[in-house]
Structure formats: structure tokens, C-alpha cells
């Protein structure tokens, strides 16, 4: 029987440890867990009405943007809940892409044309790169809706054809909650739509479901068995996010985004209190060791 | 031009032979008195073979790519270090060709190519590495690494100057004087063009000042080394033709004869992606 098992679920002794290599990869939780949307497979709960984790604030940004200077950050993700609902959220990026690279996980439905133009001026006005990422669950509102919300698959589309219409080519972000979408033909099926909706340059990413926050309503949470407690080779630690990349919100740093609610994966405040190995006592740890999951682009 | 010293360094030669010869012409008018290659010797194009005679009879300098790696150790694949299953078919397809191409003779001198380079120019630490210096089929692209990050790798290989291929598209930075300077170039690939609708290939000349000691005390290597990175014309027609004689991909073609990427496309950051024509 599978159930729903809240975080952690294996003692440190028992888990597999994961070394810090350095911080290439800054994820910044700028919306906390506030959102547009409450999309029935979230993993981390967001909606219109979830403040549990709050916004952060311009000194909050400015102090961990100049401390993962120090330490030599790669690049930075925005995320949320739905970071364009933060007040400056087109200064906060301005400001990001001087320091360097910079992406954004959105779902697309607060861009409107104003907004498309506003990103594409800022694309232009950095030598870093800014990367649009909107997440979209269907090719149809049939497919999309029932996850996201009725509605959604319009205000999305209609999104990204503005981003389109100003040059911009966002990636599409795909959880794969439905079994059409873990076909190997979804992809290039995915790719197509893309195109019909105006983007020139198509990229799509897919995603497996991650069986935490609202998706352990909407299906079932993680089993027992679901555990990565064995010593892992190399090669597998390697391809971990976690080796190279923290999560830091208004009040903490944590090991990654999927851990927003887990206590024990805060890491302290500063980024440099976080720089240590880890241990993978989490059930979402699974998802990441046996499908691969990494979360950058 | 007395007080310097100038090296040509190349990558990703991607069985180019047309475009190798021409980027060794170019460096020697040049007055390049070192040329150095940082890898992948084989994929992309025609007949793999006639690559190393030209490297050794003039005299070049070559470190070991992942696709050197790959073949000289007869590996499963490439380890481009693509994630798109269109990208990994045409990596694939072209691995294939080189891996059956590539005589056994040849195999021992991919295997004994040195993982990187070190050099003091100048006065000047100077790493050589072929993806980044901790990771060989790391893509460092100009839109994508942040001062920050370049100086992190600078620092952690002790190094003032840092030198790179494997993205295929060259690019220049001088990291700020006050942050410590250094200098970092990627040099591109001369084995097909850079997504810039020209035809050409890419390579980079470095001038050297030849008193390291005052050059040292007084300027960063970002700021005393100067980098011109040359775009040199090939018969690129003759390219294609050979390509299509040996029933290479078409893509493989367009790109030769376009200048833009038909393929490793999801691989590109967007800024880079958006200056091609896919």
C-alpha cells in the first residue's frame, strides 16, 4: 500500500550522502509560495491564498546576490508560487542579470503584451542570458485543465504567443502527469504545438511528477519503499542538483526546491552556512536519484 | 610587435581538414610562433584520417576533447554531453562515422593526449582545458557564465588566463581588475561555423607582452594580454562535397554551407540561439 509519508523518511545514518562541489546555481523562492494558480500536482502547495512562505524582500535579495557573488554562483533561478506576482518583480530581475544568468519559472498567464516587451528589453539590455521558462500541462485544455485549473491552458497560450510575438523563444515546461505525456513521441508532439503557437525556436522540458505537496491528493504520495539509502557511485552523484545548488527564501537557505516545507533541509540563513554535503533522507530524493530529475534548464 | 609573443590556439577541428589547413596558413602569416589545438580532433565531418598528419607534420600543439577521449578509448559515445533525444541521434550518427572511420593506428595517440594544458606566458598562469578546467564536456558559453563563476574557476586552477573550447561559438572576457582580473577565451571550433550565418571558422591569436615581470606587477592578464579572434575563409564547398560523398547527414551540410546549426540546437543558451537561423 502506498501513502503519503512526510519528510524525512530515513534517518541521516541511513541515507546516502551527497558532497558540495561549489555554488553554481542560486534558486530564489521570490513569490514564497503565493500564487495565481493552485495547480492540483504542485509539489509545494502554492495558491492563491498560501503566504505560509513569504515573498522576498529587496535587502533579502541584495544580501544573497552578493554573497553567491563571493562564492562564484553560475546562475540564478526565480521561482515560486508565480514570481511575476512580486511588486518589482521586473527590477528584481534587471538587477539579477547584472550578476549573471538568470531564469525565470513562470506560468505564463501575467504576461501580457506589455509584460512580453518589458522581458524581451531586458533579454536585450543584458549580456546575460534570460531564459523564460512557463509551464504548461497539455496540448489541449482537456489535458491541461483538470491539473492546472480551468482556464489555464487559454491564459497560458496566450501568454507565451506574446512572448513570441516579441522575439522571444520561452521554454515549455511539462510535468508528465498523465501517461500520454510520458511517451517517447510527446516531445516531438510538444515541439510541434510550440511552433503553432508562433515560437520559431521550440524548447520543451519534461519533468517526472514529484509525489509531495498537492500531488499526494491528487494521486498518491511516495511509498515506503521509495528510498535512496544505498552509498551511490559517482557518476549518479554527479547528476545531482543538490551537489551544486541551493534554494534560498526570505528567512532560509535549503537544500533544494523541492524541500521548501521540510524543517531539517533548512540549512541555515546565509548561503555559506549551506555549503556542506548532504543527505538524501527524503522521499522526493527518489525522483531525482531514479528518473534523473534535474530542475535546471 | 618585437615586444610580443603571439599563439593561435584552436578547437573543435570536428574532421575539418580544408578548414585546419587554413587556420594554419592564417596563424603562420599571422606570425603565430606557437599554435595550440584544445580537442576534439574527429565528428561532425568527412574522413577522420587525414586530421593527424596535418597535426603532426606542422607542428601543433594538441590536448585531449571528450570526443578524443571517446574514440581513443572506443566508448559507447561521444560524451558531447547533450540531454535532447534529436541531438543525441544526430551526436550518435556522427560518432558512429568516426568511431568506423578512425584507424586502430591512431587509437594510442588519442589515448596519450594530455587532459589539459598548463603554460606560463608572459609571467601569466595559463590553463588550457577543452569544456571547462573541472569538467571536460562542460559548455561554457559567453551568455551563461558569470563573471562570478569564471573567477571561481580561475581561482580553484590557480590560474590568470583560461582557455577553452567545446560550445563552438568564441567569445572574449576580461574579468574586472578590481575583482581580481584574469582573462578567459573561448576560442570556438574550426570545424563548422558558429551560428553566425558565415561560413568561415573561428580561432584565437593572443599577444603576449615579453616582460613578464613589469607586465605583471602591472597589469592584470585581462588587461595586459591581448586576444584577436580571426574568422578564416575555407573552401567550404569542397566540404559538402566531401560530405555528401561519404553520405553524412544533410543537416551536417546546411550547417557547413549556411553558417547556421541545424543541429545541437538545444544545447544553446537563448541568447546564443536567437542569433541563429533554427
Known sequence: MREHRLLPILTEERAATVPFFGLDTLWLQLAGTLCNIACRHCFITCGPKEDRVPMMTRARLEELLLEARELGVKEFYFTGGEPMLHPEFFAVVERTLKEGPTHVLTNGMLIDESAAQRLRDLFDGSRYSLDVRVSLDGMTAEENDPVRGRGTFAAITQGIRHLAAVGLSPVLTVVEHADALRLSEARSEFLRFARSLGLAQPRVKFLPLLRIGRETRRTHGYGTGDVVHEPLPPEVIRTLQCNSSRLATQAHVLVCPLLLDAPDAQLGRTLTESLRPISLRWSACHTCVEEGLSCRT | ?278
Open chain 2, 1 to 278: 610587435m618585437s615586444h610580443l609573443s603571439r599563439v593561435a590556439v584552436f578547437g573543435g577541428v570536428y574532421n575539418n581538414t580544408g578548414a585546419l589547413s587554413a587556420v594554419l596558413d592564417d596563424a603562420q602569416a599571422q606570425g603565430a610562433t606557437e599554435v595550440y589545438c584544445l580537442g576534439d580532433l574527429g565528428g561532425f565531418g568527412p574522413l577522420p584520417d587525414r586530421v593527424f598528419p596535418i597535426l603532426l607534420d606542422r607542428g601543433v600543439t594538441v590536448m585531449q576533447g571528450n570526443y578524443d577521449h571517446s574514440i581513443g578509448h572506443q566508448l559507447a559515445d561521444c560524451a558531447c554531453g547533450y540531454s535532447d533525444p534529436r541531438d543525441n541521434h544526430y551526436a550518435r550518427l556522427s560518432y558512429a562515422y568516426t568511431q568506423a572511420k578512425t584507424s586502430q593506428r591512431w587509437l594510442p595517440y588519442l589515448r596519450a593526449l594530455p587532459p589539459f594544458l598548463r603554460r606560463e606566458w608572459g609571467g601569466y598562469r595559463v590553463h588550457m582545458a577543452h569544456g571547462s578546467p573541472r569538467q571536460v564536456n562542460e559548455f561554457l558559453w559567453e551568455s551563461t557564465s558569470s563573471d562570478a563563476f569564471l573567477r571561481r574557476l580561475l581561482r580553484a586552477h590557480d590560474a590568470d588566463v583560461l582557455l577553452v573550447t567545446h560550445t563552438g561559438i568564441p567569445w572574449v572576457r576580461r574579468l574586472p581588475a578590481e575583482q581580481g582580473g584574469g582573462l578567459v577565451v573561448n576560442v570556438g571550433a574550426i570545424g563548422r561555423p558558429a551560428n553566425d550565418g558565415r561560413t568561415g571558422i573561428w580561432y584565437a591569436l593572443l599577444d603576449i607582452p615579453s616582460k613578464p615581470a613589469q607586465a605583471a606587477a602591472l597589469l592584470s592578464a585581462g588587461s595586459a594580454i591581448a586576444v584577436t579572434l580571426r574568422c578564416v575563409d575555407y573552401d567550404h564547398e569542397r566540404l559538402c562535397a566531401e560530405m555528401r560523398a561519404e553520405s553524412l547527414p544533410e543537416e551536417f551540410v546546411e550547417t557547413v554551407a549556411t553558417g547556421y546549426w541545424t543541429t545541437c540546437l538545444e544545447i544553446l543558451p537563448a541568447k546564443e540561439r536567437l542569433r541563429g537561423k533554427f
